[in-house]
């Protein structure tokens, strides 16, 4: 269904850093540098058939994260979501809401761990059992 999500960076070369380790964790390769006809920087990570892309806003604008947004990504089991949530805390980001952890809600048992990125957005690990 999706081609790609993208986010705004604010300082992309610090966001860079903090997902260059962030989706390390889960087997992605460092972003690649992918020139804009604008001028603006962007950084593609390509995993799988997933593509997530970080850049500088086009408008020449301060990026702003979305109120209401999330990005999740997947992650195989609750030690590997605890190292990305504790990766992305070393490398600038910020945890929000409740511990990494298990949640249940009626039927549905999910592991979730949230941050938010070096701009602000907010992104979390999922595992759904």
């Not at 990005?71 to 910020?94: M, R, S, Y």
């Amino acid at each position: 269904m999706f081609s790609h999500i993208m986010v705004g960076a604010n300082n992309i070369e610090k966001s860079k850093i903090f997902y260059d380790n962030l989706l390390g964790v889960l087997g992605a390769k460092k972003g690649v540098f992918v020139p804009n006809l604008t001028g603006q920087k962007r950084y593609f990570y390509f995993f799988n058939e997933n593509t997530f892309c970080i850049t500088e806003p086009i408008d020449g604008n301060a990026a702003t994260p979305g109120n209401g947004n999330t990005v999740a990504f997947n992650v195989p089991d609750e030690e590997t979501g605890n190292k990305w949530h504790q990766v992305g805390l070393e490398h600038g980001g910020v945890s929000i809401e409740d511990p990494p952890g298990i949640r249940e809600f009626e039927d549905i048992r999910m592991y979730l761990a949230y941050l938010k990125d070096p701009s602000g957005n907010k992104i979390c690990a999922i595992k759904v059992f």
